[in-house]
């Protein structure tokens, strides 16, 4: 319980805790609070399939990050694969696959391109199952990504 004798905390003492502290018996004596709302089964369902979905995307982020960390360990030659706008597309793979990099460099580049490619099938086969779920729940909300982001706090509903 924060103390009133602080000057930050006499506002919030004086507007949330008082008044919670004299309202709050009043309401269990009356059957006043409310119920704990639990999600049912179809939305538990839904949200593990998107946590499942940005499982993936967190993975693959975290395995770009790391092509990019070896790829700066050159520095000449990586300097016009700077200039392309996906390094990962398609023209950015064959540049890539061109880069004159150490043995071990290249065994990391191809695993972690192989990786993403492996990852990508998974992203899509969540997406796909997460559209399935959301239509078969037709007339009920539906979830969106608000941001680019994929974290849980990110996702919203709407009617």
Known sequence: MPDPTLHTDIKRWRTEILPSLRVSPRCRHADLLPEAWAPGERARELRVALREGMFYVRLRTMTKNRIVTVLDRYPEQTAQLKK????????????????????????????????????????????????????????????????????????????
Do not use: P
């Open 84 to 159: 392309l706008g996906d390094l990962f597309g398609k023209a950015g793979r064959v540049q890539l696959a061109q880069v004159n990099v150490s043995q071990i460099d290249r065994i990391q580049i191809d695993r972690g391109l192989a990786f993403i490619g492996d990852i990508d099938v998974q992203i899509k086969q969540s997406e796909t199952r997460i559209r399935a779920m959301t239509k078969a729940r037709a007339g009920r909300r539906t979830y969106r990504c608000r941001r680019s982001s994929l974290t849980a706090s990110h996702w919203q509903t709407r009617a």
